[in-house]
């Protein structure tokens, strides 16, 4: 943004933040009466907000796939008679996926308020040599159930020009942000998947998840090679609030769920509009900053982190009419038809889970083709319980992530370590996510 456009907005009023809390607050009503009624004006508020930035998002490829998706969504259902109310009252729900987004969107201005880069660096570089890898990516994972790519953003601002191969630190946290997402409704991906799988608990998921965590943060660990850090020395002060920075978005969000039975989505999304109010509240504070000002800083960095996820957003939005429409009965018996070469049992869970990243090299986003194939490989054809097939389109969109060129992680990693993407994706994340996806695969053999 120009400095005299960026001058004149900070004369106004916080219009997004306004918004948020408005959207958040119907997203919180539409829980707690599960009703259709506002999950739908949500969804149509959210849809009537991607007009006025089109120009952000048509051009771009998730738009066109979303612009496509939600014509040929259409189209299909006229086609064969379908219901089209039925399946944009079900495409609503992801309505709270879009909450997700804008609320973490949140966090890295309050964060950068604060300050504690150098701190973020200081934390890493205490760890043995041979370990800062390995630290990096368990930071990112922790970190990542909280701030979204937000960590991302955090530890690549921190760590970049810091250490002597930047590229393997990119790798690290790309992977960990990829494993906090089987912890967690960390990104708008799992909260996407948590939406097509209502009654599968956090909890239940979690047990399943954990073990193939721990797996991707041992191998990811034990891959990176040793990296030299050359951070400022930062007071124990600044240590500590970086790493409850870290901690307080995650931990707070626990307690709303335990609290007020929230889902994880929303709890989340909630928790870092709560700790992003503190912490620019904190910052007014501790450096006698305007409020007013510090808050018009964070309304303009929003618009653009929002302006920067439309494309995301509009792709999300379409891929719930795809969801709703490949759960049409004739639309469901149709397609099961065309992917019936799919093995069943767990031959069909390795090819899901190294096919669908494979895929998503050639630039196509993972949601559109969980859209597409969860409907179809189901439980039953899966030979798993709901809860291991919800964890196992959660790995295989996590892999996804790590190995395509077109998604917002990738996109988010190149801009925030400065590392090509050629030399992340699948040249540099591809062993790693095919090791993880035979162990993932092995595991599920053993808790299913």
Known sequence: MPASAAGSVLQGFPTNLVMLVGVLGVALLAESQQSAAPYGVLAAALALGLVPTRKNWVSRRNGKVAILLAIGTILGTLAVGGDLVRIMVA??????????????????????????DHAVAAIAARAPKSLRGGAILLGVTIAGLGLSFGAVSVFGGSLRGRTDDDATAARAAMRGLALSMILGPSTASVAAVMAAYPHVGWGDALLIGLPIALAGIVI?????????????????????????????????????????????????????V???????????????????????????????????????????????LVLGFMREPVIAESARAVFAFVPHGYPGLLVMMIGVPLVTTLGIHPMALFAILAPVLTPAILGMSEPSVFQAWIVAVGLSMIVSPASILTITTVLSFGVPAERLCLRGNGLYAASLAIIATCLFLIVS
């Not at 090679?225 to 007071?235: D, K, V």
């Not at 007013?292 to 920067?308: F, M």
């Open 220 to 272: 990811g660990s034990i891959a990176v090679r040793h990296l030299t850090i050359a951070a400022e020395p930062a007071s124990s002060g600044e240590l500590a609030r970086a790493v409850l920075v870290i901690l307080a978005v995650p931990a707070v969000a626990v307690c709303l769920r335990l609290a007020f039975s929230l889902s994880m989505t929303l709890a989340i999304a909630t928790a870092a």
């Open 91 to 116: 495409a609503s729900r992801m309505a709270v996926v879009i909450v997700l987004i804008l609320c973490a969107a949140l966090i890295r201005p309050a964060l950068a308020e604060l300050r504690l």
């Open 274 to 320: 709560i700790v992003a109010a503190l912490l620019l509240t904190c910052t007014t504070r501790t450096q006698r900053g305007d409020l007013r000002q510090v808050l018009l800083r964070s309304n303009v960095q929003l618009g653009e982190a929002w302006a920067q996820a439309s494309a995301e957003t509009a792709l999300f939005l379409a891929c719930g």
